[in-house]
């Protein structure tokens, strides 16, 4: 059974730095894209960052420029570093594998909560 277990969030002041850690379980994790996604109050859940290797990664317009995904493909763990957040990046965080588009290929986990004051 896959498990996704997210950790890191937390308050924040804008222009403060923050660092999501995602532990999962139960697959092959080097073979598996990996993605960063958030969930707003009132909105959908979106995709903020993809990591398909070590090198090749992907970041929503938002985020690009402010936030670093990276992977341990040896501890099972993707992470995700956040810098110079703004309030508009709060939201529960999310990590899963990503199927073609990065549509999520497994249960959601709990999530980490990120809160970023102004």
């Known amino acids: 059974q896959v498990q996704l277990v997210e950790s890191g969030g937390g308050l924040v002041q804008a222009g403060g730095s923050l660092r999501l850690s995602c532990a999962a379980s139960?697959?092959?994790?080097?073979?598996?894209?990996m993605g960063w996604y958030r969930q707003a109050p009132g909105k959908q859940r979106e995709l903020v960052a993809g990591?398909?290797?070590?090198?090749?990664?992907r970041y929503d317009v938002s985020v690009k420029g402010r936030f670093t995904i990276s992977r341990d493909n040896v501890k099972n763990m993707v992470y995700l570093q956040m810098n110079d957040l703004k309030p508009e990046d709060t939201a529960v965080y999310y990590c899963?594998?990503?199927?073609?588009?990065?549509?999520?290929?497994?249960?959601w986990g709990q999530g980490t909560q990120v809160t970023v004051s102004s």
């Open positions: 990591i398909r290797s070590d090198v090749v990664t």
């Open positions: 139960g697959m092959i994790f080097s073979i598996n894209p």
């Open positions: 899963n594998a990503g199927l073609v588009n990065w549509a999520p290929k497994y249960a």
